[in-house]
């Protein structure tokens, strides 16, 4: 399907615990493959998104 392409964007984000750069898609459950914590920062753009999971 051509939506492939748009499922494909990745975003990166910081991790609040260990500062490890993970790359996930939108749909991806956001989650440190390092530490297992959740609160991750949003490094697009300039906006800072804080997920609190934890
Ligand atoms: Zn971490």
């Keep these: 399907m051509r939506d492939e392409q748009d499922q494909r964007k990745m975003y990166k984000y910081q991790c609040k615990d260990c500062k490890k750069l993970e790359v996930v898609g939108p ?6 493959s390092s530490c297992g914590c959740r609160i991750f920062y949003k490094l697009q753009k300039d906006e800072t998104t804080q997920y609190d999971g934890c």
């Design 27 to 32: 749909k991806d459950p956001i989650r440190c």
